[in-house]
């Protein structure tokens, strides 16, 4: 199953040996990932809603690709991709995720699609079809820059 990006007509699953995203790069990021069924623990539905310190909050819904071996997934990445992924980790329980803002039909109606045109391969390799999973994500309302109160100038304590 490929997942192809918005550039694309369609973000459908294609008939491969595994689940694969690569979206656009951001900056030194690269998020995606690529996971054979044999090594997909659960599927789900991630909902990440930000609170911003305007007050305003926004909620980014994403399909989870969790691996049963979450290690091993990571050790394909950067310290500082790892560094994201392990955030994503504890915001939506997966590092490998797609949002839907990238996909060009629900996540709803593409978990819907892989249930059916996949049922063997999530039957056969026992994945998980979970429940949505909600997590948050606070701006600080402090703001950051220089105060005055500091005795060292930020950049003065980097070690």
Request: hydrophobic share 40%; aromatic share 6%.
């Amino acid at each position: 199953m490929v997942l192809h990006s918005c550039t694309t007509l369609a973000a459908l699953p294609k008939a491969d040996s595994d689940c694969s995203y690569r979206p656009p790069r951001m900056g030194p990021f690269a998020t995606g990932g690529s996971l054979a069924w044999e090594e997909i623990q659960a599927l789900y539905i991630g909902e990440l809603t930000m609170h911003r310190r305007s007050g305003r909050k926004s909620i980014q819904r994403l399909l989870c690709i969790l691996p049963k071996n979450v290690d091993a997934f990571l050790l394909r990445y950067t310290t500082m991709n790892k560094t994201v992924l392990a955030l994503l980790m504890m915001l939506v329980g997966s590092p490998f995720i797609v949002p839907e803002s990238m996909l060009p039909l629900s996540i709803d109606e593409l978990l819907a699609r892989i249930r059916t045109q996949y049922a063997d391969a999530i039957h056969e390799h026992g994945i998980e079809l979970r429940e949505e999973y909600k997590g948050s994500i606070t701006a600080s309302k402090k703001k950051i820059g220089n105060d005055p109160n500091l005795s060292t100038p930020p950049g003065d304590h980097i070690p």
